[in-house]
């Protein structure tokens, strides 16, 4: 993985505003009066890593998107910006870590909002479950793009042969759970939350985990 170190330079003496090291190795220095010329550097870094993506995190704050606009706003006003790139291999182990995460949490609010499911019946539970659904969408979303990407090393393939059997298991119960939601069948949605869904997301962050160690496999 590639580094863009970018950090705040000393104004007393000068009118540095960064210095920008690339690989640990200085590669130019910022001031007030060659903004452009340091933005014109990075769209040049953009061009010969057109295969690496771009990420920058500046004060533990990350932005992925429009990081000229963001740098514009804020150059010379942050301790340290850090710019990393990342190749596609890179990002989907970066995706990865984020899906566990995410995994983690949805897993969590599911059991909570099955129990809740179990007690009562209210509208904030209805809208909940919406919520739940959209975060299992935006999974399948995630693990559509890291699959894509990580199955070409041969030593995750089996891996995701499991994920996405999974992800095949979950849409079912989705599609069950938007038949409950019709007929407000609260006690089904809670036993398919607990037992089905909240179960395979548990199987499946154990498979990434396995992802995230370097492609083993258990049985």
Same mark, same amino acid.
């Given at each position: ?88 291999? $890179? ?9 566990? *995460? /995410?995994?983690?949490? %949805?897993?969590? #609010?599911? &059991? ?78 809670? $036993? ?9 997301? *548990? /199987?499946?962050?154990? %498979?990434?985990? #396995?992802? &995230? ?7």
């Amino acid at each position: 993985m590639k580094f863009l170190n970018i950090e705040r330079g000393v104004r007393s003496e000068s009118s540095i505003l960064m210095r920008v090291l690339l690989n640990s190795n200085e590669f130019m220095q910022v001031d007030s009066g060659n903004l452009s010329y340091f933005f014109e550097k990075l769209a040049l870094i953009n061009r010969l890593f057109s295969d690496y993506k771009i990420y920058l995190e500046c004060d533990g704050e990350v932005v992925e998107d429009d990081y000229n606009v963001y740098l514009s706003k804020n150059i010379g006003q942050k301790e340290y910006l850090y710019i990393k790139i990342f190749d596609e291999f $890179d990002n989907a182990v970066n995706m990865t870590e984020v899906l566990t *995460e /995410a995994l983690t949490i %949805l897993e969590n #609010d599911i &059991l909570q909002l099955a129990d809740e499911f179990y007690l009562n019946d209210s509208s904030t539970l209805w809208n909940a479950l919406i919520d739940v659904l959209g975060g299992l969408d935006r999974v399948f979303s995630m693990v559509d793009i890291t699959s894509h990407t990580m199955t070409k090393e041969v030593n995750f393939t089996q891996l995701f042969e499991g994920i996405n059997a999974y992800v095949s298991t979950l849409n079912e119960k989705f599609l069950l759970l938007t038949d409950y939601m019709k007929i407000k069948d609260t006690v089904a949605i809670a $036993d398919m939350l607990k037992w089905e869904v909240a179960k395979t997301l *548990e /199987a499946m962050n154990n %498979l990434f985990a #396995d992802v &995230l160690m370097g492609g083993s496999y258990e049985e």
